[in-house]
């Protein structure tokens, strides 16, 4: 028992004849904990990315319903009126009527 665990650790099993089997698993493992790491960091970079994405879809989204607010209060009938009144046009004190236009054939 001693005797395995010293050469595991002396690292004769790299260099015994019989190290070609061991060095090709060594090497299989270290490719995979590369495709690991790999892919790791790139799952990380697309979760920051969709944080980014949904920290500007919220602005985005506050700017429209900040635009659509202002837009509903220009379209307001009395907002309308202050700013006819600033270019000298008043509001007419006769409704409007409609006009009938009778076809003669």
Do not use: C
């Amino acid at each position: 028992m001693r005797k395995s665990i010293y050469s595991i650790l002396r690292g004769k099993f790299l260099v015994s004849d019989d190290s070609f089997k061991n060095w090709r698993i060594i090497i299989f493992i270290s490719v995979l904990a590369i495709i690991m790491i790999a892919s790791s960091h790139s799952a990380d970079q697309k979760v920051y990315e969709i944080a980014r994405l949904k920290n500007e879809v919220k602005e985005l989204r506050s700017a429209f319903v900040d635009g659509r607010s202002k837009l509903m209060r220009l379209k307001m009938e009395s907002s309308i009126i202050r700013k006819v009144e600033e270019k000298g046009i008043k509001i007419s004190e006769i409704p409007p009527q409609k006009i009938k236009v009778k076809t003669q054939n």
